[in-house]
């Protein structure tokens, strides 16, 4: 059996696509070096390349945020290098503010998009919705190719936004206006700005491609017997993140049209009575700069989801499969998942109780921004519970998903701070925030992301990384996280605002000077390890331990009943049809039954 | 295979091996395309009420949206045009419909008409609303520029020509790229595409997009002319 034929009404259809699938591995023979590793429309080669283009963004983001660590740290000190690689933003290598600005937005945007996004549900959801409900590919392989391409070409547009005379976006990643609607208003303001709408827009059609397949072959294309509750919850995971995506980004799409009517055309949709240094006296009556925000909050809060539910998803699996343990709850975890993606709609205004938004319109946020801890707690608890008294295997993968596990509980519990609205009138925008989303939301899915890669390398390579790298990594990243975000609470709690040049100029932050130091070591440290990570990563394509078996793991999922190298097409033969869950380990004392094991006699069917 | 395989039921519809909702993934697809973009005009459109809502005032639509191509000058037929305009869009809906009904029943030669139909209506709508901004144009209403007066006689800012040109232009460049896509299936079916495949489910898909541009044109038609 496999998903040729879909629909009753109509017998002689077929996915056209499928058909050229019939003769499996074979074909690859007649494909060339362009259609196998460019122009792609294998889903596995599209994730790899989700996967590397997101890694360089990683790098990149990375990098700034160690030059802009660089001046909070040492903002005495010159560094002539500088001078060297930025130029004019760092004369006599000291970063100006202008260049800091830009390198804080560009980081956020970066990471929050490109990596996070992009990289993440882009590599995690085209190599594993396929694989793991039974299908050959994605529902339309080409969609998924222009996916791919549109998020190249947005991080083309991002990249030249760098090199421009005036620089890139200054703005801050959420590009409020009137910062990014008035060209007046600072240098990165200009072209910086065109480049990062157009950069973003693609982007938002890129998502919109991927999504729309990613829900498309989730529903569609599950092979016979894999019923939507035998889905691993990667699967449900990765299918809520692209519902999130397909509803929220149209409203950005939205906020970013009637902003580039505000910056070329002369409308007043987000502005009113501005007096610009130089300009003076803007004519634009009556806009809300409000209005915005609210329109970039509505995609803003379920993007946090979009980036959290893919690593959710897989440290569920993985920490379930290095337990050998079933997960704890799955239809709890499902309803949690669910909940979580319908109030992360309901939740926007939190980002702006200190705007002037009405109270009581706050205490309304403040309660749905709060019954989120709800579904989270039960899935942490799910986790803890899947740990509990299990045959724990601590692989690379299982300990990047415990450590997941113990920074979303850091960080969400935060988050019951931020999600008061008196409480958030001392610590909006301070280091506390920063230390907030950086834990539960940054570093977290890095986690998660890790995770993956590191669980699912031996099925996207062939190959194993190597297992002591892959604790050094871990180690060195988990402590540094630490080491970085958790002191920034008590900057933040005394009051640090985010988003300051220079904090030595202050008399009431001078205090901190010591410990912004120690933050940008240790941020120069953990950035060093990633190095190692990537230089593991490549290393390992080509040269790293292979693997003898199929199934590594012992897992039980159908992604491990392909052949060690799938060619395009996913399996040899006919797709195999799936009678059980996902989660079948420890059963009848058996360590765990493959989802392709029909249910026993004497078995219970789950 | 084992004997005991009750749980997945070919029955079942949600059991896999096949669409629950028994649908191609194109048209699964263009659903949720079609959520999603009715999420981009809902937040134009919230955007466009909550700032309509702030403002002090709002011009009438009666007297903005008076004028009849040809008509000699003083003769006032308020909302006589966009009227002709909603009613055009809406029976290309119908002739879309006859098309996509004509596919069902693999009859090429009403499929043909009917798109003809349809796109003649939509080019018909486009032309339609060029001309109406052509005209607000020459009374000096554009982006950033409006003539009108508020209801009450007060000063009106710029809201009212800002969010109408926005709107109305990104729903004219939906029912754009409708004319274009029933273009293209009409060129595909002239080709015999469809009768090679088998089914018209491609003339489907851009049915309900086309009903989808014309549904949202119901609710900027209200919000811009009636309220």
Redesign the interface.
Known sequence: MSNEVVLDLHGSTSIAHDVHHGHDAHHEHHETFISKYVFSMDHKMIAKQFLITGMFWAVMGGLMSVLFRLQLGYPDSTFPWLEDILGKWAKGGHISAEAYYALVTTHGTVLVFFVLTAGLSGTFANFLIPLQVGARDMASPMMNMLSFWFFFLAGIVMLSSIFVETGPFSGGWTAYPPLSALGSASPGSKTGMDLWIVSMALFVVSSLLGGLNYIATVLNMRTKGMSMTRLPLTIWALFFTAVLGVLSFPVLFSGFILLIFDRNFGTSFYLSDIFVNGVGALPNEGGSAILYQHLFWFLGHPEVYIILLPAMGMVSEILSTNARKPIFGYMAMIGSMFAIAILAFLVWAHHMFVTGLNPFLGSIFVLLTLLIAVPSAIKVFNWLTTLWRGNIRFTPAMMFAIGFVSLFISGGLTGIWLGNSALDIHLHDTYFVIAHFHIVMGVASMFGMFAGIYHWFPKMYGRYLNNTLGYVHFWITITGAYLIFWPMHYEGLAGMPRRYYDYSIWESFKQFSDLNRFISTVAMIVFATQLLFLANFFYSIFKGRKLTTKNPWDSTTLEWTTPIKPGHGNWPGEIPEVYRWAYDYGKDGRDFISQTTPVGADESVH | ??T??T??A?S?L?????????????K??MW??L???A??????LI?YG??RF??NGWPNPNEVFRSFPFAPEGVHAPLVFVSIMTFILIISSVTMVLAVHAGKNMDKQAVVKNLIFTIIGGIAFLSCQAWEWNHLHNEGAW???NPFLNADGSQS???FT??FF?ITG?HGFHVLSGVVINIVMLIMTLMDKFEQR??Y?MIEKAGLYWHFVDLVWVFVFTCFYLI
Do not use: C, Q, R
């Open positions: 295979m084992s005991i395989t749980t997945a070919p079942k949600w059991s896999g091996g096949k669409s629950p909702f028994n649908v191609e993934y194109g699964l697809m949720y395309f959520m999603s973009d999420f981009t005009f809902g937040a134009f955007a909550t700032t702030a403002s982006w950033g520029a800012l710029n809201h800002n969010f926005t990104f088998g089914h489910l």
